[in-house]
């Protein structure tokens, strides 16, 4: 059985930073293209960070120069380092990946309306003074 598991969500003041981690079981990431997407309360769930299989990487204009995608095969693990972190960016975090999918066509994958494989469960990230 597939699974990801989000994990490094919190509390955290404007300009500080979170490292967030996507664990994969029964499924080797370094295949696949992962996103990262974000939902914050009241508002439809947008597209974050995408790395693809070959490590090229992509953002959202409002995350640029702040977020970084990034892949350890190793550890079967994706994170997303995000500094400078800004009230908006107060959101629930997930990771996703596809079977079919090895590229990032963009920053958010393929969007919402595609029905990816695999979500994980979601980490909460608040940021608040």
């Known amino acids: 059985q597939v699974q990801l598991v989000e994990s490094g969500g919190g509390l955290v003041q404007p300009g500080g930073s979170l490292r967030l981690s996507c664990a994969a079981s029964?499924?080797?990431?370094?295949?696949?293209?992962i996103g990262w997407f974000r939902q914050a309360p009241g508002k439809e769930r947008e597209g974050v960070s995408c790395?693809?299989?070959?490590?090229?990487?992509y953002y959202a204009d409002s995350v640029k120069g702040r977020f970084t995608i990034s892949r350890d095969n190793a550890k079967n693990t994706v994170y997303l380092q995000m500094n400078s972190l800004k009230p908006e960016d107060t959101a629930v975090y997930y990771c996703?990946?596809?079977?079919?999918?090895?590229?990032?066509?963009?920053?958010?994958?393929?969007?919402?309306?595609?029905?990816?494989?695999?979500w994980g469960q979601g980490t909460q990230v608040t940021v608040s003074s």
């Open positions: 996703v990946t596809d079977r079919a999918l090895y590229y990032c066509p963009g920053y958010e994958l393929y969007g919402l309306e595609y029905e990816y494989d695999y």
């Open positions: 029964g499924l080797t990431l370094d295949y696949y293209a």
């Open positions: 790395i693809s299989s070959d490590s090229s990487t």
